[in-house]
């Protein structure tokens, strides 16, 4: 079984900085690619940024720039640097692993 567990969200002001967690459980962390997701009330959840196992990283155009994604394997654990943030950014962001297991979220909240 895997569990991923999202922590680091939080309430910060605009231009501030926040950095996820997702710790995974598991022996398939290492060789999983993993995504950060996030979702506002009413709307789709999208993906934020994508790591393959080989450490190649992807980004929504929304976050270039801003975000940052990485994964440490010895510590099964990935995570979201997220700098500059901007009130559109308030989200509940999710962890994913191979596009089959989620966290729980947490919550993230930038005021104006």
């Known amino acids: 079984q895997v569990r991923l567990v999202e922590s680091g969200g939080g309430l910060v002001q605009a231009g501030g900085s926040l950095r996820l967690s997702c710790a995974a459980s598991?022996?398939?962390?290492?060789?999983?690619?993993v995504g950060w997701y996030r979702q506002i009330p009413g709307k789709q959840r999208e993906l934020v940024a994508h790591i393959t196992s080989n450490g190649n990283e992807n980004y929504a155009d929304s976050v270039k720039g801003r975000f940052t994604i990485s994964r440490d394997n010895a510590k099964t654990t990935a995570y979201l640097q997220m700098d500059s943030l901007k009130p559109e950014d308030t989200a509940v962001y999710y962890c994913?692993?191979?596009?089959?297991?989620w966290g729980q979220g947490t919550q993230v909240t930038v005021s104006s």
């Open positions: 598991g022996t398939i962390f290492s060789s999983s690619a």
């Open positions: 994913n692993l191979r596009a089959i297991f």
